[in-house]
């Protein structure tokens, strides 16, 4: 299972990077169509204004010479075409123009059997046609050139074309609206950044923001010649590219990474449950050992004791019979407790035991408790001293249950010490509570166990299973009695250095 859940996160980590990596290749390719389409759309549109005006300079004139066209082209593009004007601005570059014109060697006898090739077709049509073709849009009429021609005219074009300065030829509305239309065409929603360089030297046409250090910079050649050949190219950069690349996938790479989280976790928590039944099965079995080895001592003891009684030698002395009914008595009250025990823990996580409270005094709780214990400690040589230094003792408690707590941390302490036990019980008041510390040397405890010490069932084993007897339900009491006390219990220990219990309760005034 967690090989096969590794698995699924791989195959979901390649998936997504998978695709990223395919549609920011399909977003470049994109990028490039759209820079050809920009790039043909402006060179279509400069050959289209500066067709119509090469057309009325050879239409209007006879036997037009090289210096006439070059005048009459110059003050065309300036009067008639839109596209190569700055309304307000004079450029140094214009002063140039005129000059560089008178290098450009126009075939003037070539561009007028073009042109003339083309009227002859309008002419040898018939009326209608004639009719049609004047009603023709200037579109149409460049369209319908043949290819020669078309060719033939673009080169003659792009030869006077390529003296106008760039910021003359195209205007950085143009491009603007260029790229904006063909990536909504596209339906892309990107910003970007332009500029145009001419042989590695930028221009004057060219965005605020764009630089050319910018990770992935898209170009394409700007006003091609019939060689293949450009002076000038066109630089973008499409700022919102990794943005845009990932909103593609958001929806998916969510969901995707959603659904895998939902798998981990739910995998995380079988493996937990499955973890603690094992715990718990493994604790439940330890308690129902650790209970029948409770039990099973003094039904055997009653038994004997049974037995016993009936055998004739014993029916006629009162005093053994009496014995034995005695060690018959404090056998069952033994096996009582151990089942009351184990009831009243029942009850308690049911919210079923009734626990009635009323103003004690805590250190006389604790002297009644240390008196249940007293026997036992004598009998193994040890001592239970008391450092009662709490100046206010009144608590609102149960009697009876207060006791068995500290009973049972008197009997911990008690059972845990492998040499005579040494206890020794301090109270102090911090601030509107009273402290009380049970402290013994006995065995201690490690980090785990302290965690788990007032878990129910827990028991910390030296060795043997049953090398101290108990069910591990003592501490859950103490717990859940503290708790409804609405005060706190924990313990400090150190493995081979004893263990100190502290209980906190609230003053009562």
Not at 251 to 279: D, E, P
Not at 296 to 314: E, F, S, V
Not at 379 to 394: E, F, M, S, V, W
Request: glycine fraction near 4%; charge should be negative; proline fraction near 2%.
């Amino acid at each position: 299972m967690s090989l096969s859940l590794i698995g699924i996160i791989f195959v979901q980590g390649y998936w997504i990077d998978n695709t990223v990596e395919n549609n920011e290749k399909q977003f470049s390719f994109n990028a490039k169509q759209i820079l050809i389409s920009v790039s043909n759309r402006i060179q279509y549109r400069e050959f289209e204004e500066m067709f119509f005006p090469f057309r009325e300079i050879l239409d209007s004139i006879e036997e037009p010479d090289n210096k006439t066209i070059r005048q009459l082209l110059n003050i065309s593009i300036d009067n008639s075409t839109k596209s190569f004007v700055y309304a307000d601005d004079i450029l140094e570059e214009d002063y140039k123009l005129f000059s560089s014109f008178i290098s450009v060697n126009i075939d003037t006898v070539k561009l007028k059997n073009i042109l003339n090739r083309n009227a002859d077709i309008t002419t040898n049509d018939t009326q209608n046609d004639i009719i049609k073709q004047d009603s023709k849009s200037k579109l149409e009429r460049i369209r319908g050139l043949t290819d020669l021609q078309r060719k033939d005219l673009e080169i003659v074009i792009g030869e006077i074309a390529s003296i106008i300065p760039i910021h003359r030829r195209v205007q950085k509305k143009e491009i603007e609206y260029l790229l904006q239309k063909e990536l909504e065409e596209r339906d892309i929603n990107v910003d970007f950044e332009y500029a145009i360089y001419s042989n590695a030297l930028a221009t004057k046409v060219r965005s605020d923001d764009f630089s050319l250090d910018y990770p992935t910079t898209y170009a394409i050649p700007l006003f091609v010649n019939d060689e293949g050949a450009s002076e000038y190219q066109l630089y973008v950069n499409f700022t919102g590219k990794k943005q845009y690349v990932l909103s593609t996938i958001k929806g998916m790479a969510i969901l995707s990474i959603i659904f895998t989280l939902i798998i981990v976790v739910a995998y995380s928590s079988a493996l937990s449950q499955l973890m603690q039944q094992r715990q718990i099965s493994q604790i439940k079995t330890d308690f129902i050992n650790n209970m029948t080895h409770e039990l099973k001592t003094p039904i055997a003891t009653i038994n004997l004791a049974l037995d016993a009684i009936k055998n004739p030698k014993i029916e006629g002395d009162k005093e053994k019979v009496q014995r034995y009914m005695t060690m018959i008595r404090e056998e069952n009250k033994r096996m009582h407790a151990q089942v009351e025990n184990v009831l009243r823990i029942s009850q308690l996580e049911k919210n079923e035991l009734n626990i009635k409270k009323d103003r004690l005094e805590l250190h006389d709780v604790i002297e009644d408790a240390v008196t249940h214990v007293s026997l036992i400690v004598e009998n193994r040589d040890g001592y239970i001293k008391k450092h009662l230094g709490a100046l206010k003792t009144a608590v609102l408690a149960n009697d009876s249950h207060l006791t068995n707590v500290i009973v049972n941390i008197l009997d911990n302490a008690i059972k845990y010490s492998e040499q005579e036990p040494k206890i020794d019980i301090y109270t102090e008041n911090v601030k509107n509570s009273v402290v009380l510390k049970i402290r013994d040397q006995g065995i201690g405890m490690g980090k785990v166990a302290q965690k788990k010490i007032f878990e129910k069932f827990f028991r910390e084993h030296t060795g043997d299973l049953h090398n101290v007897k108990g069910h591990g339900l003592g501490l859950t009491y103490v717990k859940r009695i503290i708790d409804d006390h609405h005060g706190q219990i924990w313990v400090e220990s150190e493995r081979g250095k004893g263990s100190t219990f502290i209980i906190k309760l609230p003053l009562i005034s």
